[in-house]
């Protein structure tokens, strides 16, 4: 029988490359998905599945650029744990790479319907990271 493994507070920050205090904000801000165990002393232990939802909500945040309460509302909803298998490209770099393609292109001829359209489009997909 294999014994689970859990990680220390502290691993799990070296891991992730943040703070322990962000870690201990993050379970007070999303308490239905980071559930740490509680050892000795009260020091905080995760699990391999608590570790991976830490993985998605840095990601979220961090490169994705959404809110604490966008993602809030991404655990509320039930689409949280469809989150974690994304690409890793940040779709905020996207968003921009696109613009960028626009604006070159632009340059060259004259914008025509579906270019506007495009634009528009991405716009759009702006102002829901900024939200």
Known sequence: MDKEYFASINEVSRELGLPAHTLRY?????PTVVRPIAGAGGRRYYRPETIARLKTIQD?????????MGVKKLIHSGD????????SEPRRA???NDMDD???ESARSTFDGTKIDLAIDLLNQARELLE
Do not use: D, P
């Open 94 to 96: 996207t968003v921009r």
């Open 26 to 30: 993050w379970e007070k801000q999303f």
């Open 102 to 104: 626009i604006k070159s």
């Open 80 to 87: 949280f744990s469809a989150m974690g298998n994304m690409a």
């Open 60 to 68: 979220l945040l961090y490169n994705r650029g959404m809110t604490i």
